[in-house]
């Protein structure tokens, strides 16, 4: 059997405020910040699925696409979730704010780890490239940084499974939040 598919485009970003706006629940964002290598966006793509991202945000620019390696590594995933492209990354985060969503930023070097955040609202969680982490103007705007526990001697994981970590323990959070219903 053969099958031919036109893939759905990218979004942009009124593309996304609009998706945001019909929404009936507080959104959940992942947003990644240069993230390049193909393999890496397809499993957070995958993973963002699965746990019920509204949408997932990148730049145009220095960052993956959807290309037929992020489409096969995220196993259908990039058909089921929006995926965004912007110009201006900084900007696009601005608007999320103007919104009322809190920026989460993930950074190995803050202070508080994740378990202390509320990931209960309307959130964005925002990750970093692969070798360089979240740049100067993505870090600034962020409301809060936060940072996986680690054993000591291990500095990072990568960011798919950094993505992992923290998508899930909003989808925790937001399961045991009063009013929340129960899995």
């Excluded at 947003?31 to 957070?44: I, K, M, R, S, T």
């Excluded at 509204?54 to 620019?61: E, H, L, N, R, Y």
């Amino acid at each position: 059997m053969l099958a031919e598919v036109n893939a759905r485009p990218p979004a942009d970003l009124a593309g996304l405020l609009d998706h945001l706006d019909a929404l009936d629940h507080a959104p959940l964002l992942l947003v990644l910040d240069q993230v390049q290598d193909p393999h890496n966006l397809g499993a957070l793509l995958r993973t963002a699925a699965a746990a019920g991202v509204d949408a997932v945000i990148t730049p145009s620019d220095r960052s993956a696409g959807l290309t037929p390696v992020v489409r096969k590594t995220a196993a259908g995933a990039a058909e089921r979730i929006l995926f965004v492209r912007v110009g201006n990354l900084a900007r696009a985060l601005d608007r999320l704010r103007e919104r009322g969503v809190w920026l989460h930023g993930l950074a190995g070097q803050a202070d508080t780890a994740l378990y202390a955040a509320d990931l209960t609202g309307p959130i964005a969680l925002v990750l970093g490239a692969e070798a360089s982490g979240l740049r100067r103007l993505t870090r600034d705007r962020c409301d809060a940084l936060w940072r996986l526990p680690m054993a000591s001697g291990v500095e990072s994981l990568n960011v798919s499974a950094a993505g992992a970590v923290a998508l899930f323990e909003a989808v925790r959070q937001r399961q045991i939040a009063p009013g929340a219903a129960t899995p």
